[in-house]
């Protein structure tokens, strides 16, 4: 600390600098004055330096003592505070231009009508941290800000953790706007249940699993990908409820579903935090494993496999008997190496979602 600080052509003296012009004026020692004054030579010191803030009662020590109001103190005091925080706002605005190199505007003007200010970046700050519902577009930049990181995440790039923050701090926000029953395991289930008979209804399925998720207490989101998040979905408790998001970086149908039980089985394991493409780990594994005997059977899928026939009709057939899309069952086959991915006599089976999201 100082005892004055100078920005932008204003200076503010601490109120400590007067005390001690006071002190010269009265030609007593620091000491005597601090006995007078009803304190500590060290508390004085520590006053005329800068280095504390006045406190009221001091305020009317040196008011009874110097004949002066005690406004007069506390009004010093004010002005300095003000000017303080007017300089640290612009350190912290420093900060928060850096952090929003990382994002593009045009991404919360679009998909969350935010107002469009060509240029004017600072304005465009104060718009996202508004939206956002931070103090700082800083605090973005901490791991774990938010929701878990989970250890696999390793060493990742600082836009990527910043990205990351503003999906999870979206989709907490609209999850915070719901109004859901408690979490509730065992309607989850069935609701995970239901949602397994809705993979071929393509362009219905998200506002009825909306609904079944929502009576289980787990709000559902799904928001536009921020490239370069690098994540692929997160679940967080609030309060009483639990938030299941995705993103659309993953929009072909079987990528979609596939996520989106993998975070249900975070959810259902008790595991909540952001997860990363290309994330190992025992949870990670967990989780995929959920995903997938939950979407195609695993003695089902065995026998399947064991028949040796992967043509289009076969698959169209299996994935019947089972109630899932078609598309679900390629890429399983896709996964497991047992159909190439650029094997083009597959495409009709391939559905890309546009989910129209309201928020």
Same mark, same amino acid.
């Given at each position: 600390?100082?005892?004055?600080?100078?920005?932008?052509g204003k200076?503010?003296?601490?109120?400590?600098?007067?005390?001690?012009?006071?002190?010269?004026?009265?030609?007593l020692?620091?000491?005597?004055?601090?006995?007078?004054? #009803?304190?500590?030579?060290?508390?004085?010191?520590i006053?005329?330096?800068?280095?504390?803030?006045?406190?009221y009662?001091?305020?009317?020590?040196?008011?009874?003592?110097?004949?002066?109001?005690?406004?007069y103190?506390?009004n010093?005091?004010?002005?300095?505070?003000?000017?303080?925080?007017?300089?640290d706002? !612009?350190k !912290?605005?420093?900060? !928060?231009?850096?952090v929003?190199?990382?994002?593009?505007?045009?991404?919360?003007? &679009?998909n969350?009508s935010l107002?469009?200010?060509?240029?004017?970046? /600072?304005? =465009?700050?104060a718009q996202?941290r508004?939206?956002?519902?931070?103090?700082?577009?800083?605090?973005?930049s901490?791991?774990?800000m938010?929701?878990?990181?989970?250890s696999?995440?390793?060493?990742?790039?600082?836009?990527s953790?910043?990205?990351?923050?503003?999906m999870v =701090?979206?989709?907490?926000?609209?999850?915070l706007?719901k109004?859901a029953?408690?979490?509730d395991?065992?309607? @989850?289930?069935k609701?995970?249940?239901?949602?397994?008979?809705?993979t071929?209804?393509? /362009?219905?399925?998200y506002p009825?699993l909306?609904d079944?998720?929502?009576?289980?207490?787990?709000?559902f *989101? *799904?928001?536009p990908n921020?490239?370069?998040?690098?994540?692929?979905?997160?679940?967080?408790?609030?309060?009483?409820?639990?938030?299941?998001?995705?993103n659309?970086?993953?929009?072909?149908?079987?990528?979609?579903?596939? &996520?989106? @039980?993998?975070?249900?089985?975070?959810?259902?394991?008790g595991d909540?935090?952001?997860?990363?493409?290309?994330?190992?780990g025992?949870?990670?594994?967990?989780?995929?494993?959920?995903a997938?005997?939950a979407?195609?059977?695993? !003695?089902?899928?065995?026998? @399947?496999?064991e028949? /040796?026939? @992967?043509?289009?009709?076969?698959?169209?057939s299996?994935?019947?008997?089972? #109630?899932?899309d078609?598309?679900?069952?390629?890429g399983?086959? =896709?996964?497991d190496?047992i159909?190439?991915? /650029?094997?083009?006599?597959?495409?009709?089976?391939?559905?890309r979602?546009r989910i129209?999201m309201?928020?």
């Amino acid at each position: 600390m100082s005892d004055y600080i100078e920005y932008n052509g204003k200076i503010a003296f601490h109120p400590g600098y007067y005390i001690n012009e006071c002190i010269e004026a009265s030609g007593l020692t620091q000491n005597d004055f601090a006995k007078r004054l #009803g304190t500590t030579p060290k508390n004085l010191s520590i006053l005329v330096r800068g280095n504390q803030d006045l406190s009221y009662d001091m305020a009317m020590k040196l008011s009874r003592m110097l004949g002066t109001s005690i406004e007069y103190w506390l009004n010093l005091q004010s002005a300095y505070d003000a000017l303080l925080a007017e300089f640290d706002s !612009e350190k !912290e605005l420093e900060k !928060e231009r850096r952090v929003f190199g990382f994002l593009d505007y045009k991404y919360f003007r &679009t998909n969350f009508s935010l107002p469009d200010l060509p240029r004017r970046k /600072d304005e =465009q700050i104060a718009q996202v941290r508004r939206f956002l519902g931070v103090a700082s577009l800083s605090v973005l930049s901490h791991r774990d800000m938010a929701v878990s990181f989970r250890s696999s995440s390793g060493d990742m790039a600082e836009g990527s953790i910043i990205k990351a923050n503003v999906m999870v =701090q979206i989709a907490a926000n609209i999850a915070l706007r719901k109004e859901a029953p408690s979490y509730d395991r065992e309607r @989850f289930r069935k609701a995970i249940g239901y949602a397994l008979t809705q993979t071929t209804a393509h /362009d219905s399925f998200y506002p009825r699993l909306c609904d079944a998720f929502l009576e289980a207490g787990v709000i559902f *989101v *799904v928001l536009p990908n921020i490239p370069g998040s690098r994540t692929n979905g997160a679940t967080k408790k609030i309060g009483n409820h639990i938030m299941l998001m995705v993103n659309d970086r993953r929009s072909n149908s079987d990528t979609f579903w596939f &996520t989106l @039980f993998h975070e249900i089985g975070h959810i259902i394991n008790g595991d909540y935090g952001i997860s990363f493409e290309d994330e190992s780990g025992d949870m990670e594994a967990a989780a995929d494993s959920f995903a997938q005997d939950a979407l195609i059977p695993p !003695e089902e899928y065995r026998q @399947f496999r064991e028949g /040796d026939r @992967f043509d289009l009709q076969a698959i169209k057939s299996f994935a019947a008997s089972i #109630g899932r899309d078609p598309s679900i069952v390629l890429g399983r086959l =896709q996964n497991d190496g047992i159909i190439g991915f /650029d094997d083009w006599s597959m495409n009709s089976l391939r559905h890309r979602y546009r989910i129209r999201m309201a928020y």
